[in-house]
């Protein structure tokens, strides 16, 4: 068993400020890293989006001919939303194994480091959302006091997002190819949910098995407040905020006994 | 006050896997779950029992693989024990790998930043020290471009300042002081020991001796993951420096060129008679027949004394009494005499060799080939039993009972 005991020189106040230290440093340096290595910087976590952007709407506008109304605010927010949780998986996916030298360091919480990862994921979500509000402007959605439910919804994905990043970080200690196998099951679920279609496009006797995903449920909360202006399915919602309280501890567990052996298998 | 440290029979098992385990979900699923199993269990550490106050410093000794990396890891928390219990008072600094968490594209500045909080400190805390961190680095001008244009030694200077500023209460220090210039080391140790005075623990590893005699206050011994002496560091690191001696020695003279042999060696006692065992304090002489090949110059013989484990209690040669040896071809004789054998009770061994000028090259060494006991009756752990009386003087002050 080992025992460490902080004396009262450090009381709880000082350990909270330090947390909030610690991740926002990190997450900066992960900023600044992204910005000093490419002439485009942050540009780059809008121009992917973009891209994407406007291959659907060649594809599903002119080409299959999806009827969704203001298609380039639902796809973008869709892409928006998948890409912060995909992206931020795919990299805490590889936290354990590429961070050697912060997990022998005495007394560091590893457990942060999932957290700083989504939320660097967040920021970039945070830096493109007013490209996403433009969008919304040109399609003539003017906002409405649902959008006050934003940081509701982003929560929970954060939670969500976190909650799956601690067991996959710990699986790829074991496993090495845990993220290349992610990698494809990831763009798998990019299919599967509704980015470029809608819900309603879903043969109803899927519709029960669809709604299984809590990513569908959290999808379509962020359209209904952000497109529709109106307040999302409460029922909904709420059990979306039970599935996340549940999942986080189970992962945070999981993570938490497997971290034992980090140092030794890495 | 509270132990820094202590560490209550502390053991650490490691598994050892099938060459091929799965390292892959895919290999997994193909071969099954059976090679995920370990083959084979071994402790890396067991036993493992220690304390250390704060402002004290201890010392860990062993060779490569015996475990003193295992117990840094164990002790800071970074890996835990499968027996025993470590506990840790206050907040943990470490030398280990320093530099490791600096990334090369960020500068100086901002890579003292992530570091010193990485290693606990707040972001207000470093503030406050960052001119005294780049300070005591001397990188004052360079501390604004990217460490990747730093030199080694640049970096583990930077690295070296952050880690010394954290204010540990209890400190790693993992065989760091190959690190850059001799001044730049100095002014390493004497902080270190300014830490020490202002109450910090020290846990330090190194392999050299002197510097475990000089600054710690215990040292400890780890073979094969186990203590083998625990206590004052001076006599410990001296049986350790012996015994990394007699390894290297009887490695180095595995074979003999034999031009001068020993044909055999006779212990008699003060009498003049044959023994094979004596008590304390006796007086012994060691006959050393030899026959030599070819005439020898500036030969030198030399004479040890050790127990069953191969510690050398007792060690002298020809050329350290000034003795110029030369030999014609044919048979003779040496004489060690010994005046007094001042030591414990136990088996030894005498050893034997005949080495040529300056110990170039090993005409003939016998190891462990001569025993003999010494008689004891004290109830003492000791070394040494030298002749001794205690006398007791009565204090004024203090009232004597009886």
Not at chain 2, 132 to 158: C, D, K, Q, W
Not at chain 2, 224 to 237: C, K, S
Not at chain 2, 323 to 350: K, N, W
Request: proline share 5%; with cysteine.
């Amino acid at each position: 068993m080992f025992l460490h005991i902080t004396q009262a020189r450090s009381p709880h106040k000082r350990q909270l400020i330090y947390y909030r230290d610690l991740i926002r440093e990190l997450v900066v340096r992960d900023l600044k890293l992204l910005y000093k290595r490419s002439v485009l910087g942050i540009g780059w976590t809008l121009i992917s989006p973009l891209l994407q952007l406007a291959v659907f709407a060649f594809v599903f506008r002119s080409v299959l001919q999806v009827k969704i109304p203001q298609y380039a605010s639902f796809a973008f927010s869709g892409l928006l939303i998948w890409t912060w949780t995909q992206s931020a998986l795919f990299q805490a996916t590889g936290l354990i194994t590429s961070n050697r030298a912060l997990i022998r360091q005495p007394g560091f919480p590893i457990a942060a480091l999932p957290i700083i990862t989504v939320t660097t994921g967040l920021i970039h979500f945070l830096l493109a959302l007013p490209v996403l509000l433009i969008f919304l402007a040109i399609d003539g959605i003017s906002w409405s006091a649902s959008i006050l439910l934003l940081p509701i919804l982003l929560a929970f994905q954060f939670i969500l997002t976190v909650s799956f990043a601690y067991p996959l970080a710990a699986l790829n200690v074991t496993f090495r190819d845990t993220q290349h196998t992610l990698g494809v099951l990831l763009q798998l679920m990019f299919y599967l949910l509704p980015i470029f279609y809608s819900v309603e496009q879903v043969p109803s006797s899927l519709q029960l098995v669809y709604h299984i995903n809590p990513m569908v449920i959290l999808l379509e909360a962020y359209r209904t407040i952000l497109i529709q202006g109106k307040f999302p399915d409460w029922p909904l919602l709420l059990l979306l905020g039970v599935i996340s309280g549940l999942l986080l501890p189970i992962g945070y567990r999981i993570f938490k006994r497997q971290s034992q052996r980090f140092v030794e298998e890495i | 006050m509270h132990y820094a440290i202590t560490a209550q029979t502390v053991g650490k098992r490691y598994n050892r896997y099938h060459a091929d385990r799965p390292r892959t979900i895919m290999e997994t699923a193909l071969w099954g779950h059976r090679r995920m199993k370990p083959i084979e269990q071994f402790w890396a550490l067991r036993e493992v029992s220690f304390a250390v106050m704060p402002g004290q410093m201890l010392g860990i000794l062993g060779h490569n693989g015996a475990g003193k990396s295992t117990l840094l890891q164990v002790l800071s928390g970074v890996v835990h024990p499968d027996e025993g219990n470590v506990q840790v008072r206050g907040r943990m600094g470490a030398l280990l790998d320093l530099g490791a968490s600096f990334h090369p594209d960020l500068t100086g500045r901002e890579n003292v930043f992530v570091s010193a909080i990485v290693a606990g400190l707040t972001r207000r805390e470093v503030e406050r020290r960052f001119d005294a961190i780049v300070e005591f680095a001397e990188l004052h001008p360079f501390i604004n471009n990217p460490v990747r244009t730093y030199s080694t030694g640049m970096l583990m200077r930077l690295a070296f300042a952050v880690a010394i500023h954290t204010d540990p209460d209890v400190l790693f220090v993992d065989e760091f002081l190959s690190v850059g210039d001799l001044a730049f080391q100095a002014k390493c140790l004497s902080r270190i020991a300014q830490l020490k005075a202002n109450g910090c623990a020290v846990v330090l590893i190194s392999h050299n001796v002197e510097q475990i005699q000089q600054l710690c206050d215990q040292a400890l011994w780890l073979e094969q993951g186990q203590v083998r002496a625990y206590g004052e560091p001076n006599g410990i690191a001296n049986q350790f420096a012996d015994r990394m001696a007699v390894k290297n020695q009887m490695q180095a003279f595995r074979t003999y060129s034999k031009q001068v042999e020993i044909r055999t060696v006779r212990l008699w006692d003060a009498q003049g008679k044959p023994l094979s065992m004596i008590h304390s304090g006796d007086a012994m002489t060691i006959e050393l027949d030899y026959v030599s090949h070819h005439p020898c110059d500036n030969v030198i013989f030399s004479c040890s004394i050790s127990d069953e484990a191969g510690q050398i209690y007792c060690n002298t040669n020809t050329e350290a009494s000034s003795l110029s040896i030369s030999l014609d071809p044919g048979t003779g004789q040496t004489r060690l005499h010994l005046a007094r054998l001042d030591l414990p009770g136990g088996s030894y061994h005498v050893n034997v060799g005949i080495f040529a000028a300056e110990w170039s090259i090993a005409y003939d060494y016998q190891w462990q080939a001569y025993p003999f006991q010494v008689h004891w009756t004290p109830n003492e752990q000791t070394f040494l039993y030298p002749p001794r009386q205690w006398e007791i003087i009565p204090s004024p002050s203090v009232k004597q009972i009886l």
